[in-house]
T-cell receptor, first 113, second 111 residues
Framework: KQEVTQIPAALSVPEGENLVLNCSFT??????LQWFRQDPGKGLTSLLL?????REQTSGRLNASLDKSSGRSTLYIAASQPGDSATYLC????????????FGTGTRLQVTL | DVKVTQSSRYLVKRTGEKVFLECVQD?????MFWYRQDPGLGLRLIYF???????EKGDIPEGYSVSREKKERFSLILESASTNQTSMYLC??????????FGQGTRLTVV
């Protein structure tokens, strides 16, 4: 059974800092690893998708990496801003016909002025 | 743009009622998922479907059933609603190996 873990559970940084969020998964047989953002009371917004054959993906100030062999993914946020404050979740899509999408419990990020 | 639409943003139901939560996607996705999200527990998978009429139990299927008669629609059914099913319900869809997209969520309160 796939298990996805995110560390830390919460993080507070001053504006302008670069930061790294961590995601680990137990079963490397995945199609992809996806990072999401969730604002309070809202649904999930997709940030980055890394296919199993890829090592990293970039979008603006965000960079996500994937190391399947070690079961790890990281989300790097450069030059953080108060608008980045949200909960960040990673999710692994299992390989196979019946593909289960398993989520980590998230990292709650606060960027302070 | 991919669109996943959940039928209601907020719902209030009485204990014992049969409740239907509807989810529709417009991108011909094979996979569809239902989650519930509770503070401190994260997103927990209730059921998922990888094709029409195909369904698989997730981690917490008890008290729920699902229906997928058409590819674009995935319904979550609470057979007899209970107060412990008060939660935020989130639907998602994806291609078989692709990016998942979520609906806006349904906040269900059972009184």
């Amino acid at each position: 059974k796939q298990e996805v873990t995110q560390i830390p559970a919460a993080l507070s940084v001053p504006e302008g800092e670069n930061l790294v969020l961590n995601c680990s998964f137990t079963d490397s047989a995945i199609y992809n690893l996806q990072w999401f953002r969730q604002d309070p009371g809202k649904g999930l917004t997709s940030l980055l998708l890394i296919q199993s054959s890829q090592r990293e993906q970039t979008s603006g100030r965000l960079n996500a990496s994937l190391d399947k062999s070690s079961g790890r993914s990281t989300l790097y946020i450069a030059a953080s801003q108060p608008g980045d404050s949200a909960t960040y979740l990673c999710a692994a899509l299992d390989a196979g016909t019946a593909s289960k999408l398993t989520f980590g419990t998230g990292t709650r990020l606060q960027v302070t002025l | 743009d991919v669109k996943v639409t959940q039928s209601s943003r907020y719902l209030v139901k009485r204990t014992g009622e049969k409740v239907f939560l509807e989810c529709v996607q417009d991108m011909d996705h094979e996979n569809m998922f239902w989650y519930r999200q509770d503070p401190g527990l994260g997103l927990r998978l209730i059921y998922f479907s990888y094709d029409v009429k195909m369904k698989e139990k997730g981690d917490i299927p008890e008290g729920y059933s699902v229906s997928r008669e058409k590819k674009e629609r995935f319904s979550l059914i609470l057979e007899s609603a209970s107060t412990n099913q008060t939660s935020m319900y989130l639907c998602a869809s994806s291609l078989r190996t692709g990016e998942a997209f979520f609906g806006q969520g349904t906040r269900l309160t059972v009184v």
